[in-house]
DNA sequence: CCGTCAAGACGATACGTCTCGTCTCGCTGT
DNA sequence: ACAGCGAGACGAGACGTATCGTCTTGACGG
């Protein structure tokens, strides 16, 4: 039943990843098959079925491959500036049809299937929320943030309203955009305004 | 080309939207076929054609029939308690399966297609996030909210984070979630905290 | 008034197309 | 020889279009 990854063929591998990310960029999602991503990575249908479920768990295994386990993010010692600056890259990530086409893609597979959605969540979204919180607990040990601020709840505070407006296109995506979300959250957060309940 | 409105069967109207609400919440959206909705309204499918683009403006229909025009928050005076109840509502019905899986339908329609996304954003989401910014209103002009609070950036800092949450799946939606968001923003607009830049 | 009639929406269904996921071939490498 | 491989035939099922005869509607003439 279960095929033996041992004898897997890395190359056709590589190639049906390779192929899914190009035809995912040239045509978009929604006119994806898989017959597509075989013909052009040289690859039977039947090696795509073998070790995935469907288009959308290689496009998910595309994008991951993509991403590294941990990322950073710089700490000039302004909270502010630097979040600031993640929140306005990822609006211009949002705002570029081109890279949106590709987050929105695995956006929809989410959606629709419970299964990739752990995967996804883990691959692709909880590395970068992660990184914001790891700035958040040094700004908060820095005495910058209330030391009983749910830092997980303001990570979501930050990237909430900006995938809300993206997905749901209720409104456009500017710098600008991205400072207001940076200063409420601050202004939230900030010891003096007492953010405990 | 276009058919004249007047002439339109009401009963195939009602029976058609009945149909795909039924279909929706009993087998998904997925499953869900412009056939089946025929065949369960007693409708052929060129009347369904005629009339709508395809399943996902049926059903946008269908689910934007059962939503009031305006609706209004209450207002006991007290914006913290006020604002939970609406986010814990909207906490309550994320929750659900049965009325997720409605609202998760449309939401994918709304991705993946963008002519409906207006639609979608106007006559479900609009209503909803116009109501809260009238409460903040008050609010505001009852000095509980900084004068320079941008009210509809506040609106989305509220919603944001739930269906952010609730879309990636990225945690459990309960009472505590809803009340940390309120907490964290109803501090972020305060004015003794001083939520201007 | 009321019968006639054309226009057009209606239910029903056949049709071709498309994509899916499975199945069946030889072929190849180990 | 065995299991994965490329290639592609195949059935299932949904899509959207086309076409049938029927039914409703509203205008017009006697």
Do not use: C
């Not at 035809?23 to 040289?42: F, H, K, N, P, S």
């Not at 970068?128 to 820095?142: C, F, P, S, Y």
């Amino acid at each position: 039943m279960t095929p033996q990854p041992t004898r897997r063929n890395e190359q056709s591998r590589r190639a049906i990843l390779a192929a899914a990310l190009e035809l995912l960029t040239e045509t978009g999602y929604q006119t994806l098959t898989v017959e597509a991503i075989a013909a052009r990575a040289g690859v039977g249908k039947q090696t795509i079925y073998r070790w995935w479920r469907g288009k959308g768990a290689v496009i998910l295994d595309a994008l991951a491959d993509n991403v590294p386990a941990a990322l950073a993010l710089p700490d000039t010692g302004d909270l502010r500036a630097d979040l600031r600056e993640v929140l306005r890259a990822t609006v211009a990530e949002f705002a570029d049809p081109r890279l949106s086409a590709t987050t929105r893609a695995i956006t929809i597979e989410t959606l629709a299937d419970e299964d990739l959605a752990g995967q996804a969540r883990d691959r692709l979204l909880r590395p970068q929320l992660n990184a914001v919180r790891a700035r958040l607990e040094a700004a908060r040990e820095a005495g910058q943030v209330s030391p009983d601020a749910p830092l997980d709840l303001v990570v979501e505070l930050l990237f909430g309203p900006l995938y809300h407006r993206w997905l749901l296109r209720n409104g456009p995506l500017t710098d600008d955009y991205a400072d207001g979300i940076v200063d409420l959250v601050v202004a939230a957060v900030t010891p003096s305004a007492g953010a405990g309940h």
